[in-house]
């Protein structure tokens, strides 16, 4: 049994990402298919080349074969990428069975090994600067305390979702309130980095608004749903990170659109402060039909 996808009666054109091919690449075959279908086109930035956030961007040809490829090629790229998240998830609460010394020895192995083949492919290439960039980074992460900044954030989130008081908030109104929680020194710091529609009046870094998004739901603008506990926790919080990644992506675009509800709040929110007029749709599972 497949779904089947019913085009909208407006005009349109469906567009994916990067990171979108890093999230199917396990199941290629069928994600080609469906990209083939609906006639999909892929989102590049040309900011990305400067390392500037572009909202202006084009709309190649899908070619979802030859990127399903190259993410293969790159994949260890990825895999140490992700291995990067892991002292943020710790910094937010996760992994709280382990110390910091712990958590940054395994990133550094975890990364080394990921990027070891690339070596292997370049023999004349020196990774001693790598490993040794990649120790300095470990000892430094070590001699932080994360335990002060655990109880910071619990009580930040604690304020900020008690009795739910975003539910009726419109999107810039639930960031607002969020900031209002934290102690003044903190939203002075965090309003000079990111003043109202910062996207309008400055040139982004390519990952800053990623960044912001995840900041925003760091401080509690949505639901946690578990994921700085159970075994599949380091899974889940890199799944938040990409959720991140594609509100980014898709600030490219006229709409980002979404079955998860987290995502299409923090994407709202993340939208309406920034500036960016890039437009919401949170669709509901039970209005896809099915077809054997």
């Known amino acids: 049994m497949r779904k ?9 054109r469906i567009a994916f990402s990067d990171v979108h091919i890093h999230e199917m ?25 400067h390392n500037r956030h572009n909202q202006i961007c084009s709309l190649d040809p899908a070619q979802p074969e030859e990127r399903f490829a190259t993410y293969l090629e790159l994949s260890s790229v990825y895999d140490a990428f992700e291995a990067m998240l892991a002292p943020i998830h710790h910094f937010l609460g ?5 110390s910091m010394i712990h958590i940054a020895k395994e990133t550094q192995d975890e990364i080394a090994e990921a990027l070891e083949h690339l070596f292997h492919e370049h023999p004349h290439s020196d990774s001693s600067g790598l490993h040794s960039t990649l120790k300095e980074i470990s000892m430094n992460l070590s001699s932080i305390d994360v335990t002060e900044g655990w109880r910071a954030i619990e009580d930040q989130v604690l304020a900020a979702r008690h009795g ?12 607002k309130h969020l900031l209002s929680k934290l102690d003044e020194t903190e939203r002075c710091k965090f309003e000079e980095e990111y003043p109202e529609k910062f996207a309008q009046v400055r040139g982004l870094e390519t990952g800053e608004l990623t960044g912001f998004a995840f900041a925003l739901f760091g401080l509690g603008l949505t639901k946690r749903k578990g994921v700085f ?17 594609h509100i980014e992506e898709a600030s ?10 987290g995502a299409s709040e923090l994407a709202a929110s993340t939208y309406a402060y920034a500036g ?17």
Not at 4 to 12: E, G, K, L, Q, V
Not at 94 to 98: A, H, L, T, Y
Not at 252 to 260: L, Y
């Open 25 to 49: 690449w396990t199941n290629q075959e069928e994600y080609t298919n469906l990209i083939n279908e609906l006639d999909a086109v892929f989102v590049r930035n040309p900011g990305q080349l």
């Open 164 to 175: 739910d008081p975003m539910k009726e908030m419109d999107p810039i109104e639930k960031v």
């Open 94 to 98: 996760g992994f709280r069975e382990k």
């Open 229 to 245: 506990s159970g075994p599949r926790q380091a899974q889940k919080f890199a799944a938040q990170f990409r959720d991140a990644q």
């Open 276 to 292: 960016i007029g890039t437009n919401t749709i949170l669709l509901k599972k039970k209005a896809i039909a099915t077809s054997v």
């Open 252 to 261: 490219r675009c006229d709409w980002f659109v979404t079955f998860d509800q």
């Open 4 to 12: 089947s996808f019913a085009a909208p009666s407006f005009h349109h």
